[in-house]
T-cell receptor, first 114, second 112 residues
Framework: DVKVTQSSRYLVKRTGEKVFLECVQDMDHENMFWYRQDPGLGLRLIYF???????EKGDIPEGYSVSREKKERFSLILESASTNQTSMYLC?????????????FGEGSRLTVL | DAKTTQPTSMDCAEGRAANLPCNHSTISGNEYVYWYRQIHSQGPQYIIHGLKNNETNEMASLIITEDRKSSTLILPHATLRDTAVYYCIVRAPIQGAQKLVFGQGTRLTINP
């Protein structure tokens, strides 16, 4: 089974802190994604990557950056956390096969910024 | 991406078939229909997808109308563990990465 592992299920950080959210997948997928999920707003795409060292902005990239140094790992970075970044963060990966590869999600990381 | 419309919530009795509708009247010819679900406090889980033919797997069946303007996800024998939010998404696999846009979904409650 595909496994997408997010480093922390729950984090509490202070405003202004630098935050790293790590995601690792074990199925050699090319594509990786970071979403955030908020009540009433659904899942919104922050960044995605279709290859090592490649990244593309999603719908809400402001305040975030990403790093993909290895194929299996995709990191989301909050350079200076703010209270409006309190959210559930979801990492996903997919294998592109030309026929519509499905996304496999991690369990999520719930971040609270105080 | 084509917009989808789903009921906000539905109820179904345990052991019965749960039929979840989705309207996607502006779907394009090369867009697939995907279904995901999200159980409380977990990440979304892929269920099934299709283009124009009906599809079935171990989790569910997907019925797409002939004009492709709507579809129905069928859970044949719903259990309490099927209580979740179900998302219907349409997407054309024309890019290297699968950028799926999730709407509000249908909150399905299975009652004992």
């Amino acid at each position: 089974d595909v496994k997408v592992t997010q480093s922390s299920r729950y984090l509490v950080k202070r405003t202004g802190e630098k935050v790293f959210l790590e995601c690792v997948q074990d199925m050699d997928h090319e594509n990786m994604f970071w979403y955030r999920q908020d009540p009433g707003l659904g899942l919104r795409l922050i960044y995605f990557s279709y290859d090592v060292k490649m990244k593309e902005k999603g719908d809400i990239p402001e305040g975030y950056s990403v790093s993909r140094e290895k194929k299996e790992r995709f990191s989301l970075i909050l350079e200076s956390a703010s209270t409006n970044q309190t959210s559930m963060y979801l990492c996903a990966s997919s294998l592109w096969n030309g026929l519509g590869g499905e996304l496999f999600f991690g369990e999520g990381s719930r971040l609270t910024v105080l | 991406d084509a917009k989808t419309t789903q009921p906000t919530s539905m109820d179904c009795a345990e052991g019965r078939a749960a039929n979840l509708p989705c309207n996607h009247s502006t779907i394009s010819g090369n867009e697939y229909v995907y279904w995901y679900r999200q159980i409380h406090s977990q990440g979304p889980q892929y269920i099934i997808h299709g283009l124009k033919n009906n599809e079935t797997n171990e989790m569910a069946s997907l019925i797409i109308t002939e004009d492709r303007k709507s579809s129905t996800l069928i859970l044949p024998h719903a259990t309490l563990r099927d209580t979740a939010v179900y998302y219907c998404i349409v997407r054309a696999p024309i890019q290297g990465a699968q950028k799926l846009v999730f709407g509000q979904g249908t909150r399905l409650t299975i009652n004992p």
